[in-house]
């Protein structure tokens, strides 16, 4: 397995049916934005999102055997990384999660410095699974969010 860093946050048909069918339960999209999205993907069937790129952000592809097999984006908000991950259905129960992960973080630099967090939907079907890769990559539960390099932030009114 290999991750490649692409410069700006993309969505090809593959990715679009794996929304589609895990959309609101998994990822908390709508029908309407998925609606949008493939409007936007047109005859390439795919969808270039440079006015929702930014910098900081780290958009993965995860590769194996030069064939997507996921995604791992981690999108700078404020002062953590909001973690979103999927495999899509047919390379599922692989390692490939929890490898695409580990990599992500390696590569980003984000393993030993920057919060990282990632929720779990209470309705996605891949509770568990989810649950068991961030987990082994060394994210803690804290108030229903799973959190990696959680600082603790004291706020003293006087």
Do not use: C, W
Not at 50 to 56: I, L
Not at 81 to 109: H, P
């Amino acid at each position: 397995m290999n991750i490649v860093r692409q410069p700006i946050r993309q969505i090809d048909q593959t990715e679009y049916e794996h929304f589609q069918k895990y959309g609101e339960n998994s990822y908390g999209v709508s029908a309407e934005e998925l609606k949008g999205i493939l409007e936007e993907m047109g005859s390439e069937q795919l969808y270039h999102a440079e006015s929702h790129s930014y910098g900081e952000d780290f958009y993965y592809d995860l590769m194996v055997d030069n064939q997507l097999v996921g995604k791992v984006l981690l999108l700078k908000l404020a002062r953590v990384y909001q973690l979103d991950l999927m495999v899509f259905d047919e390379f599922k129960n692989r390692g490939y999660a929890t490898e695409g992960l580990k990599l992500a973080l390696l590569d980003s630099n984000l393993v030993d410095g920057q919060i990282v967090r990632a929720g779990i939907p209470p309705t996605s079907p891949h509770q568990q699974e989810m649950h068991h890769v961030l987990v082994k990559n060394g994210f803690e539960k804290r108030n229903g969010l799973y959190y990696l390099n959680f600082k603790r932030r004291y706020v003293v009114n006087h």
